[in-house]
T-cell receptor, first 112, second 114 residues
Framework: KAGVTQTPRYLIKTRGQQVTLSCSPI?????VSWYQQTPGQGLQFLFE???????NKGNFPGRFSGRQFSNSRSEMNVSTLELGDSALYLC???????????FGQGTRLTVV | AQSVSQHNHHVILSEAASLELGCNYS??????LFWYVQYPGQHLQLLLK??????LVKGIKGFEAEFIKSKFSFNLRKPSVQWSDTAEYFC????????????FGTGTSLTVIP
């Protein structure tokens, strides 16, 4: 079956702009989590959505937000971009129960 | 909050050498434990997982890990590495009570020399 799909794969934005990233989970999966991966900090949890509701939230400023649609697809938005937001953003999907997560290839965001 | 420590940041081995990567976590409750691998240019893939039962778990590609509850550890092992094992390895934990919020270690970069 198809894996987790993230679009776009690469993005270049200017400081102060906003950006929206998209994630389509594996069919049948209702949980989508987002992570920021940087060389210095590793993978850090942003938030998780389950059945269109935010179930968990990490320690990121309010500029980072997300939502989930009825078909389980999720979007992540970052407003007022800063240089430090440059990172690989990973999406992970799971059934939402006590199980492993499956990761997409990520969106590489560069803020200039 | 949970945290995960991977003490080996960079490991270089020759083919056929044995591998052990350390992983320690801090959390007093029940945890699920995972090892993920990220090959160059590819997405994170699950190597193995532990939820309960036998503390020695076997994963794909000959990898195994042992959960030692008293040491809060979940070390990854492979008896004989191959050049194709060159990748970044991440240890991760989550709690059955917190959905799919995973805590990751900072990763170990493994280079296997042919």
């Amino acid at each position: 079956k198809a894996g987790v799909t993230q679009t776009p794969r690469y993005l270049i934005k200017t400081r102060g702009q906003q950006v929206t990233l998209s994630c389509s989970p594996i069919s049948g999966h209702r949980s989508v989590s987002w992570y920021q991966q940087t060389p210095g900090q590793g993978l850090q949890f942003l938030f998780e959505y389950f059945s269109e509701t935010q179930r968990n939230k990490g320690n990121f400023p309010g500029r980072f937000s997300g939502r989930q649609f009825s078909n389980s697809r999720s979007e992540m938005n970052v407003s007022t971009l800063e240089l430090g937001d440059s990172a690989l953003y990973l999406c992970a999907s799971s059934t939402g129960g006590n199980t492993e997560a499956f990761f997409g290839q990520g969106t590489r965001l560069t803020v200039v | 909050a949970q945290s995960v420590s991977q003490h080996n940041h960079h490991v270089i081995l020759s083919e056929a050498a044995s591998l052990e990567l350390g992983c320690n976590y801090s959390y007093g409750g029940t945890v699920n434990l995972f090892w993920y691998v990220q090959y160059p240019g590819q997405h994170l893939q699950l190597l193995l997982k532990y939820f309960s039962g036998d503390p020695l778990v076997k994963g794909i590609k000959g990898f195994e890990a042992e959960f030692i509850k008293s040491k809060f550890s979940f070390n990854l092992r492979k008896p004989s590495v191959q050049w194709s094992d060159t990748a970044e390895y991440f240890c991760a934990v989550n709690s059955p009570n917190t959905g799919n919020q995973f805590y990751f270690g900072t990763g170990t970069s493994l280079t296997v020399i042919p």
